[in-house]
């Protein structure tokens, strides 16, 4: 599988925003579902938010409010919406394309992660 392709990352002064674009080379990209995790320096990658191939949205608490994930199925790209950004946003974030979901959360796809995109904040 082609991995997806991430970009919009940057460095940004807290409070501030960027929005980050995940771009999946997939021709059935419509009928998959999508994920972006991120990876804090020092820490396990976790989860951020998750669109489900017909619209549907989850995230992570801490992030709830101030994120906002979409998607242009003709573009084949997933976005990231990331507002009032706090040093504690600081990580790699990547994307993650055709997963499934179990338990009530999303489960990854673990041959589609892009290389990720970094995101800094600084206080």
């Known amino acids: 599988q082609v991995p997806p392709v991430e970009s919009g990352g940057g460095l940004v002064q807290a409070g501030g925003s960027l929005r980050l674009s995940c771009k999946a080379s997939r021709v059935d990209f419509s009928r998959l579902n999508m994920a972006w995790y991120r990876q804090p320096p020092g820490k396990q990658r976790e989860f951020v938010a998750t669109?489900?191939?017909?619209?549907?949205?989850k995230y992570a608490a801490s992030i709830e409010g101030r994120f906002t994930i979409s998607r242009d199925n003709a573009q084949h790209t997933v976005y990231l919406q990331m507002n009032s950004l706090k040093p504690e946003d600081t990580a790699v974030y990547s994307c993650n394309s055709g997963g499934a979901y179990g338990s009530g959360r999303y489960l990854p796809n673990l041959r589609s992660w892009g290389q990720g995109t970094q995101v800094t904040v600084s206080s």
């Open positions: 669109i489900s191939h017909y619209g549907g949205t």
